[in-house]
């Protein structure tokens, strides 16, 4: 689950990390259309003509539809002009250059504000023309012109601003799908990262609560178990803690460590069944007395036969007293065939044997300890435990436990 959860965090990551890409690309599309906008264009017409090809283009067409001339010999001209957008953008801030002779005035307008300016007109948008010419639309104005010479218009200047809108961008339309999108799927997976932890939580903590009621059980047990010999009070507790600090030193996860903190606290639940004058005897035990002792492992998996939700319990009870070369009982098992839980109590059980005052011998010095421990090497213990021990022993840590 913890795994599960590492991947959905990652996951997550990289969305929000998409997610911000992709909103700084719609930014920077936004960006360069605004800064793209803001530029004026300068387009030369060399004919006054209405264009053969009228395709995505500005052009302005101009005719004269009238002309007649006056008594002080004066000429007037009614012109009417087209001007065209038939471009996928919108000309904004517009105005067309016209040149004209000299002494040329403007005697009427409509649609359009019109000057003229060093034998130049210039003409812009009225009021009740709109300033924007849209995509493949257009504008259509008049003006009456007075000149002394014949008016002809053979090219004319445009300038303005083609605009573009925000939707001509596929970066930004792109980024206005992706973004919604990537946001969606980030927030469903943040919810679902946070029903995950809150399940993981109810779970652990329910966990927590099952996990402490077996200790504080098998505690109980092992308390009963100990109370029989007043020489092994708090054995099995020892016991089970030396065998927890060996499984963390050997790379073992939390659940697998508890585990063998539960088979160490029950590995001796077998001596419920021996009489309590055969457990405290001083004297030497006879055949009968012996066999009563050895049989504390198979009368333990008896009592424990039901209890298969650990099975590494089972296995610790019932051959916790196996030796590695062969000789120990009940079923002489040797080597790797003897259950690994099973060889770590097994020498962590004689560890607390040794560094116990009994009632036929006081307790084993530090290094007679040690020295016992590479005298049994490979024999009564496993060869690739007994340096975890004695590190253990070492550096004092089995003192603290």
């Known amino acids: 689950m913890r ?21 700084l690309l719609g930014c920077f599309a936004a960006y360069r259309i605004y800064r793209a906008n803001q530029k004026t264009v300068s387009i030369t017409q060399i004919s006054t003509m209405p264009p053969v090809d ?48 000299d002494s040329t005035t403007i005697e009427n307008t409509w649609n359009c504000n019109c000057y003229i300016e060093d034998n130049y007109l210039y003409i812009r948008d009225a009021n009740d023309l709109s300033d924007d010419i849209k995509p493949r639309d ?47 799927v980030s927030m469903s997976a943040f919810i679902l990262e946070k029903t995950i932890v809150k399940h993981n939580e109810q779970t652990q903590k329910a966990k ?10 098998m505690k109980t ?16 507790t020892r016991v089970a803690a030396y065998v927890k600090e060996m499984a963390r030193r050997m790379g073992m996860d939390e659940q697998e460590q508890l585990n063998c903190y539960y088979a160490g606290l029950m590995h001796d639940i077998g001596k419920l069944t021996v009489a309590d004058d055969v457990l405290n005897k001083t004297s030497r035990l006879s055949t009968d007395e012996w066999n009563l ?3 504390h492992t198979t009368n333990g998996a008896a009592l424990l036969k039901n209890f298969t939700i650990l099975p590494q319990i089972n296995d610790a009870v019932l051959y916790h007293h196996e030796r590695y070369d062969g000789t120990g009982y009940m079923n002489r098992l040797n080597g790797k065939d003897i259950p690994l839980v099973a060889r770590m ?39 690739d435990l007994v340096p975890y021990l004695i590190s253990m022993i070492k550096d004092g840590t089995i003192y603290k436990l």
């Open 221 to 236: 047990f092992s308390n009963f178990i100990d109370n029989k010999d007043t020489y092994t009070q708090g054995h099995s």
């Open 3 to 23: 795994k599960k959860l590492g991947k959905l965090k990652i996951f997550i990551l990289i969305i929000s990390l998409s997610l911000l890409f992709w909103i």
């Open 138 to 184: 257009e504008a259509s104005f008049g003006f009456l012109l007075s000149s002394q010479k014949p008016l002809v218009f053979r090219s004319a200047v445009i300038n303005g601003r083609l605009c573009a809108r925000l939707n001509s961008s596929v970066l930004f339309i792109l980024s206005c799908i992706m973004t919604p999108l990537l946001f969606l």
């Open 345 to 383: 109590v097994g020498i962590a059980d004689a560890y607390d044997a040794m560094n116990t005052n009994r009632c036929y011998r006081l307790k084993f010095s530090e290094e007679r300890i040690i020295s016992e421990l590479e005298r049994c090497r490979g024999k009564q213990f496993d060869p």
């Open 208 to 217: 927590d609560h099952d996990n402490q009621i077996i200790e504080q059980t």
């Open 293 to 295: 002792i050895q049989q």
């Open 54 to 101: 009228r395709y995505n283009r500005i052009y302005f067409a101009i005719e004269k539809s009238n002309s007649w001339t006056e008594k002080n010999s004066r000429n007037l001209y009614s012109c009417k002009g087209i001007f065209a957008n038939t471009t996928d953008k919108t000309f904004k801030d517009w105005s067309i250059q016209l040149k004209v002779p």
